[in-house]
């Protein structure tokens, strides 16, 4: 054995894992099936623009922890997530909050926004909310949930609102405060010079195999180390010998634009049914720099295929069955399964950072 520990994948989780390890003098190989390490938090500079190539990340979180931790590797700018929502050509703040509501009625005060989200509620009264339309409803009303939800819930899906989880709209919070701000945790940014820094930092120090798929060699780099730490798709791990588990797929069309400023805001999203984008995303809003061009990213959700990036987990009832029988099977293999991916979960960066320092702690 030439290492104590094989990480497969060098995204978060796999990243914390292993700085963790080396920090208490474990010999660590990391093999990443991509050309680059990161995972999906990996950002590419762009003659100076930091773009995100898998879909933009804000890091936050209430954990002042953990806040410290990232902030220990890079310095943090005070970034704050304010997306603007474009319903047929007329923009709203988001989250649902004092801006909106006065966008969508005209209401000024709480008093008066909330006796009109009450009004809108209605027909949600006395009835237990059993998916994500009748949640979605009775959080906000019947307007904003068509105009705001509906269609981008559909499109980020692919599935009508009525087949959904009600947890999914829960991630969204609504206000009766003039605060554009879309989390609600203490802390929030965005590492100043991209996320791939974070990374190389974490990294620093250990062996980090690129472009080396784990899967096509599993015997040969299982035997290498005493521990594996995954951090791929659980099922795939096994074959997929139980059946495949289902998620989300997205496609990122990008384009240079010889201007500064494209639409004076890092994300906007596009919430009507007929627009096959989610959102627009400009990169030089999240890490703001002075240059003559800007990048921006239009986001297309798809139906995920053999192939195809897995990107957000499915939680429904079907895929959970299916899950759950795979995390037993992973209870006989020598082998820890962790990050998104591995637990099949619909995680911020917060959470796999914590979900990784608990795992490391467990084992020390
Ligand atoms: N959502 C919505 N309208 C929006 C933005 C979000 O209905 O304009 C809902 C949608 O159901 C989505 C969920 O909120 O799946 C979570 O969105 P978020 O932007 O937090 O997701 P992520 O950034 O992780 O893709």
Not at 68 to 74: A, C, I, L
Not at 96 to 111: A, E, G, R, V
Not at 266 to 286: C, G, L, M, Q
Not at 346 to 351: E, F, K, S
Request: proline share 4%.
């Amino acid at each position: 054995m030439t290492y104590d520990y094989l990480i497969v994948g060098s995204g978060l989780f796999g990243s914390v894992c292993a700085y963790e390890l080396n920090k208490i003098g474990k010999k660590v190989l990391v093999v990443e099936k991509r050309p680059h390490i990161g995972g999906n938090i990996y950002t590419e500079n762009n003659k100076g623009i930091q773009v995100h190539k898998y879909g933009a990340h804000i890091f936050h979180t209430n954990d002042k922890k953990i806040w410290d931790y990232v902030n220990s590797f890079v310095e943090f700018n005070r970034f704050t997530n304010s997306p603007l929502a474009n319903y047929k050509g007329e923009l709203f703040n988001l989250p649902f909050n004092m801006n909106t509501f006065y966008q969508l009625w005209k209401t000024k005060t709480p008093d008066e926004a909330k006796s009109k989200i009450a009004e809108q509620r209605q027909e949600m009264d006395g009835v237990e909310a059993k998916n994500l339309e009748e949640q979605a409803i009775s959080l906000v009303g019947r307007d904003i949930y068509e105009k705001l939800i509906k269609g981008y819930t559909e499109k980020q899906w692919g599935r009508n609102c009525k087949d959904l989880p009600s947890f999914i709209i829960k991630r969204l919070p609504v206000r009766f405060t003039y605060d554009n701000n879309y989390f609600s945790d203490k802390y929030q940014g965005v590492p100043i010079g991209g996320y791939t820094k974070l990374i190389e930092k974490m990294l620093t120090g250990i062996e980090v195999r690129l472009d080396t798929d784990f899967l096509k060699e599993k015997s040969i780099y299982q035997s290498l180390a005493s521990k594996v730490i995954y951090t791929g798709p659980i099922d795939e791990y096994f074959e997929n010998r139980l059946g495949k588990l289902e998620y989300r797929s997205l496609e990122f069309k990008t384009e240079t634009l010889k201007q500064s400023n494209f639409q004076g805001n890092a994300v906007i999203n596009y919430t009507e049914r007929d627009i096959p984008f989610t959102r627009i995303i400009e990169h030089k809003h999240f890490d703001p720099v002075d240059t003559t061009h800007t990048v921006i990213t239009r986001e297309y959700p798809s139906e995920w295929r053999v192939g195809d990036e897995p990107y957000y987990p499915i939680n429904d009832d079907k895929n959970m069955a299916l899950f759950k029988k795979y995390r037993e099977l992973s209870k006989s293999e020598n082998v820890i399964f962790g990050g998104r991916l591995s637990e099949y979960k619909y995680y911020d960066m917060h959470q796999v950072i914590k979900s990784a320092l608990n795992c490391i702690g467990q084992l020390k």
